[in-house]
């Protein structure tokens, strides 16, 4: 079935620093993929996707292409700023249409 | 727009009694997810409705789980009798369509501890 793993964390990072968080996936078909982020309290929120191999999602600085080839697609982001603190999650769009998560990765930066 | 809609955000009770949550998705969504997210895990899908019939219930616990979505708009998911394995933040969202490059849409979810 559809898996999707991402790099353990926590990850703590300095102001400015670069970020890179490692998701691979495993799946049949031609998935779409998905990075996700939840602040503290809060629901998911759709940070960038990326639905066919080469496509690069990009928001808010945050970057991932979507490599077939690898069956990866890491979250990267230059400079991170302190309110980029929150939980990151990669996800799986399916042939059957249902979003199949990774465990996520809480990022802390600090000031 | 308004987002999805979940009540209440936190719920505590006993094991072996019931509980029930609600959830209004974002206006004209005709799909509705509802997710079960375990501490310092990603969420699970525990059913899938399109309008108002599922579409996707294999993970549900269906001797104490039930969900319905009567009127294809709002939602609620009943547990009952709830276990100590139960606490978690049952998540909804929703969709405009279905489909592998659809946006699920999130509400904050409902946190359930069960003493």
Same mark, same amino acid.
């Given at each position: ?25 495993? &799946?049949? +078909?031609?998935?779409? /993929? ?6 503290? +309290?809060?629901? /998911?929120?759709?940070?960038?996707? =990326? ?7 990009? !928001?808010?600085? @945050? ?9 990866? @697609? ?11 603190? =929150?939980?990151? @999650?990669? &996800? /799986?769009?399916?042939? !059957? ?8 990765? /809480? ?5 | ?7 209440? *955000? ?10 029930? @949550? ?7 969504? &005709?799909?509705?997810?509802?997710? #079960?997210? %375990? ?19 294999? #993970?549900?616990?269906?001797? *104490? ?13 009943? %547990? ?5 394995? $139960?606490? =978690? ?11 592998? +490059? ?5 509400? $904050?979810?409902? *946190?359930?501890?069960?003493?």
């Amino acid at each position: 079935g559809d898996s999707v793993t991402q790099m353990e964390g926590p990850v703590t990072l300095s102001e400015e620093a670069f970020l890179t968080i490692n998701c691979t996936y495993t &799946a049949t +078909g031609y998935p779409s /993929l998905f990075w996700y982020v939840q602040y503290p +309290g809060e629901g /998911l929120q759709l940070l960038l996707k =990326a639905t066919k191999a080469d496509d690069k999602g990009s !928001n808010k600085g @945050f970057e991932a292409t979507y490599r077939k080839e690898t069956t990866s @697609f890491h979250l990267e982001k230059g400079s991170v700023q302190v309110s980029d603190s =929150a939980v990151y @999650f990669c &996800a /799986l769009g399916g042939s !059957n249409y249902k979003l199949t998560f990774g465990k996520g990765t /809480l990022l802390t930066v600090n000031p | 727009e308004a987002g999805v809609a979940q009540s209440p *955000r936190y719920k505590i009770i006993e094991k072996r009694q019931s509980v029930a @949550f609600w959830c209004n998705p974002i206006s004209g969504h &005709a799909t509705l997810y509802w997710y #079960q997210q %375990i501490l310092g895990q990603g969420p699970k899908l525990l059913i899938q409705f399109q309008n108002n019939g599922v579409v996707d219930d294999s #993970q549900l616990p269906k001797d *104490r789980f039930s969900a319905e979505r009567l009127k294809g708009v709002d939602s609620t998911l009943k %547990i009952q009798p709830a276990k100590l394995e $139960d606490s =978690a933040v049952y998540l909804c969202a929703s969709s405009s369509q279905t489909g592998s +490059g659809q946006p699920q849409h999130f509400g $904050d979810g409902t *946190r359930l501890s069960i003493l």
